[in-house]
């Protein structure tokens, strides 16, 4: 009977956190609901204008822009953007990979000279990195309520340190939002903006006022703080995105491994009541004897 209680204590517990898992499906899906809904408005506007800056771009012979001189890469910083909580299946061990694989393949000769530094936005990734590379400050606050104020200054920090070639590139790397259960890792040169000169055949000829240098000089750092923060709200949409798959297979295990110990329990019990039937049955034959 003591193996039976065991049965019950462990089918108990399966069941509080199958409850627990549960529950965390339920709030996954809500915050996702509100974060999904924020990044299919943003990224329309934020691909429009990623656009724009490069159709200005081509038609620029000199940019007299610091956000797009290209300088000898000397000091990377690589912004990595993980989640505060766990939970989420490999949302976060995917990235932590990635990074990994970048600054060994990529940036492996910087990295022995301490010239690749990391900043992460998220306290997983902060936690996974702090004791093997160079990170700059922490930024644990933005996914509590995230805004497009702390973004910005987040990524002002970012470009002020490129202005003052603190860093020669930045790059950011992050899970992109495709569907619930889907996203997809990807790195994206932040600094310094890349013109893609393969797009001549989309180029469009704007009349400009006052003029193109004041607009370019005005609208370049507006649109880095729009990409950056399109960044944050892909990765927070799929973390959501990613909890909720997790969660919502974690309940699925718990409620076949719970009828697989009631099997076993009804086995157990099964047998523990035909021992005492023969045991019964024994001893009224012995006393018939």
Request: glycine letters at 4%; charged letters at 25%.
């Amino acid at each position: 009977m003591a193996n039976l209680k065991d049965i019950r204590l462990r089918i108990n517990s399966i069941k509080s956190t199958q409850q627990t898992t549960k529950a965390m499906k339920m709030v996954s899906a809500a915050k996702l609901r509100k974060a999904q809904d924020g990044i299919i408005r943003l990224r329309p506007y934020a691909n429009k204008l990623k656009e724009l800056i490069q159709n200005l771009l081509l038609g620029q012979q000199e940019i007299d822009s610091p956000y797009v001189k290209v300088r000898e890469v000397k000091n990377v910083l690589l912004v990595v953007v993980t989640s505060n909580k766990g939970l989420c299946g490999a949302f976060n061990s995917s990235i932590f990979k990635l990074t990994q694989s970048i600054i060994q393949e990529k940036y492996s000769h910087l990295h022995k000279t301490g010239n690749v530094h990391l900043l992460c936005i998220g306290k997983k990734g902060y936690e996974f990195f702090k004791r093997t590379h160079s990170l700059i400050g922490e930024n644990h606050d933005l996914f509590s309520k995230v805004s497009f104020k702390q973004t910005a200054n987040v990524a002002e920090m970012v470009m002020q340190g490129f202005i003052d070639e603190k860093w020669d590139k930045v790059e950011i790397i992050y899970n992109e939002f495709k569907n619930v259960a889907t996203q997809i890792r990807k790195v994206e040169t932040f600094l310094p903006l890349e013109v893609q000169k393969t797009n001549h055949q989309n180029f469009v000829d704007y009349i400009f006022e006052p003029n193109k240098e004041e607009i370019l000089t005005d609208l370049i750092p507006k649109i880095l703080k729009i990409q950056f923060y399109k960044c944050v709200l892909d990765s927070n949409a799929s973390e959501h995105g990613a909890r909720m798959v997790a969660m919502d297979a974690a309940t699925e295990n718990a409620s076949q491994l719970i009828n697989q110990l009631k099997l076993v329990y009804n086995k157990e019990r099964q047998a523990a009541i035909t021992k005492e039937i023969l045991e019964i049955v024994g001893g009224a034959e012995a006393l018939n004897q």
